[in-house]
Nanobody, 115 residues
Framework: QVQLVESGGGLVQPGGSLSLSCAAS????????MGWYRQAPGKQRELVARISSDYNTRYADSVKGRFTISRDNAKSTVYLQMNSLKPEDTAVYYC?????????WGQGTQVTVSS
């Protein structure tokens, strides 16, 4: 069992930056593929970025060059650095841990990009 707690969301102006954190409790963090997803009102949840246990990363086309995912296995934490934020980045951002079909979700953190 893995529990995930996100933090770092908030309100930011277009062009600004935010950093999200997701702290995991439970064993085996090192082996999980960790991901950030987002869900905007009226839209399906979508993958933003993910990082595998061997640090391979994948990004949605819409965030490439602006967002960076990283992980600190010693702290059982995954991060999402978001730069050059746009209004269309507004959503609830969810942390996900995945291992061979076992998936866990955090409760989500709101990110709002607005002037």
């Amino acid at each position: 069992q893995v529990q995930l707690v996100e933090s770092g969301g908030g309100l930011v102006q277009p062009g600004g930056s935010l950093s999200l954190s997701c702290a995991a409790s439970g064993s085996g963090f090192t082996f999980y593929t960790m991901g950030w997803y987002r869900q905007a009102p009226g839209k399906q949840r979508e993958l933003v970025a993910r990082i595998s246990s061997d640090y391979n990363t994948r990004y949605a086309d819409s965030v490439k060059g602006r967002f960076t995912i990283s992980r600190d296995n010693a702290k059982s934490t995954v991060y999402l650095q978001m730069n050059s934020l746009k209004p269309e980045d507004t959503a609830v951002y969810y942390c996900n841990a995945n291992l061979v079909g076992l998936g866990y979700w955090g409760q989500g953190t709101q990110v709002t990009v607005s002037s």
